[in-house]
T-cell receptor, first 112, second 113 residues
Framework: DAGVIQSPRHEVTEMGQEVTLRCKPI?????LFWYRQTMMRGLELLIY????????DSGMPEDRFSAKMPNASFSTLKIQPSEPRDSAVYFC??????????FGPGTRLTVL | DQQVKQNSPSLSVQEGRISILNCDYT??????FLWYKKYPAEGPTFLIS?????DKNEDGRFTVFLNKSAKHLSLHIVPSQPGDSAVYFC????????????FGTGTRLKVLA
């Protein structure tokens, strides 16, 4: 299996622009997670889905952030409008319900 | 409010010696704990886990110890190797009804050759 795939790997944008991060989970996994990594807060869970349905979005920082999972093989995390404090590495992870979550390589976002 | 804390941002150890990484948690509902390892420009990868019904779990050079009364767990790496140099994240989960992991801020381990 190719593992969790994320795109783009790097994104540089200007403040106020819309940013869309993409994730393809491992085939057969029915849970998908979006995390944000910063130096100060480590890995923070933003939102997770089960069978394409959002289960817990309590970690989404504010209304500028939204996530969708239109089907079992694709999810997006959108930030609109982006701000410099959104600069971080964003990870997607998936699991089949057993305890180990498998992470993608991450998207490094820089908002100028 | 950090429910999972890794108070040492970094640790340096000589090759061949023991590395001990520490993690504290505050939520008594946590019943499953994991360690992930992360290399630069890669996603975290699962290393080892422990259930709250155990106090020790061993996998090769890696051993995780859990002290429930102190709400503390530690990862021991013996012997340490240069390839172990990475950031290590501790995570905790209250598995009943959720698959959420709460991660710590990570400890950067450097193993010196």
């Amino acid at each position: 299996d190719a593992g969790v795939i994320q795109s783009p790997r790097h994104e540089v944008t200007e403040m106020g622009q819309e940013v869309t991060l993409r994730c393809k989970p491992i085939s057969g996994h029915d849970y998908l997670f979006w995390y944000r990594q910063t130096m100060m807060r480590g890995l923070e869970l933003l939102i997770y889905f089960n069978n394409n349905v959002p289960i817990d979005d309590s970690g989404m920082p504010e209304d500028r952030f939204s996530a969708k999972m239109p089907n079992a093989s694709f999810s997006t995390l959108k930030i609109q409008p982006s701000e410099p404090r959104d600069s971080a590495v964003y990870f997607c992870a998936s699991t089949s319900g057993i305890n180990t979550q498998y992470f993608g390589p991450g998207t490094r976002l820089t908002v100028l | 409010d950090q429910q999972v804390k890794q108070n040492s941002p970094s640790l340096s150890v000589q090759e061949g010696r023991i590395s001990i990484l520490n993690c504290d948690y505050t939520n008594s509902m946590f019943d499953y704990f994991l360690w992930y390892k992360k290399y630069p420009a890669e996603g975290p990868t699962f290393l080892i886990s422990i259930s709250s019904i155990k106090d020790k779990n061993e996998d090769g050079r890696f051993t995780v110890f859990l002290n429930k009364s102190a709400k503390h767990l530690s990862l021991h790496i013996v012997p340490s190797q240069p390839g172990d140099s990475a950031v290590y994240f501790c995570a905790a989960s209250a598995r009943v009804g959720t698959y959420k992991y709460i991660f710590g801020t990570g400890t950067r381990l450097k193993v010196l050759a």
